[in-house]
């Protein structure tokens, strides 16, 4: 069992080396305060074969890093190991929370996305952010 979680957990470090996750709500709120960016907020499982899904295809590809980290401050909770605040939905993983930097939620989505669906996403949270 410990041996499973220990080769989820690497697994989740390799396919996401690139992007620099923050684990920390409030810490991520003040990153992105102070770099004067919105916060993408990624919830997953340790044990999710979507979360790994989504992971493997789509957050490693150099494109979807290279936006992610120009536009956003990067926050990975996994429902199994963080503290995540009463007001986000953990069931049904994974969920995708797009927030100001004092955490509004201007879109929240779930679902593992491929490449081309994950930037429709992005693509949508840019126009409710211009509502």
Request: include cysteine; hydrophobic fraction near 40%.
């Amino acid at each position: 069992m410990k041996i499973l979680v220990i080769i989820a957990m690497l697994l989740s470090a390799v396919y996401s080396a690139d992007l620099d996750w923050l684990h920390d709500y409030d810490k991520a709120l003040a990153q992105a305060k102070k770099e004067c960016k919105d916060v993408y907020l990624f919830v997953g499982a340790d044990k999710c074969k979507w979360c790994d899904k989504f992971k493997k295809e789509t957050l490693s590809k150099q494109d979807v890093i290279n936006t992610l980290k120009e536009d956003y401050v990067l926050l990975y909770m996994s429902r199994d190991r963080h503290k995540i605040p009463e007001r986000f939905e953990v069931k049904g993983v994974p969920r995708h929370y797009f927030l100001t930097n004092d955490g509004k939620v201007i879109h929240a989505d779930r679902g593992s996305r491929e490449v081309d669906g994950f930037f429709d996403l992005l693509e949508e949270v840019d126009l409710k952010k211009d509502d």
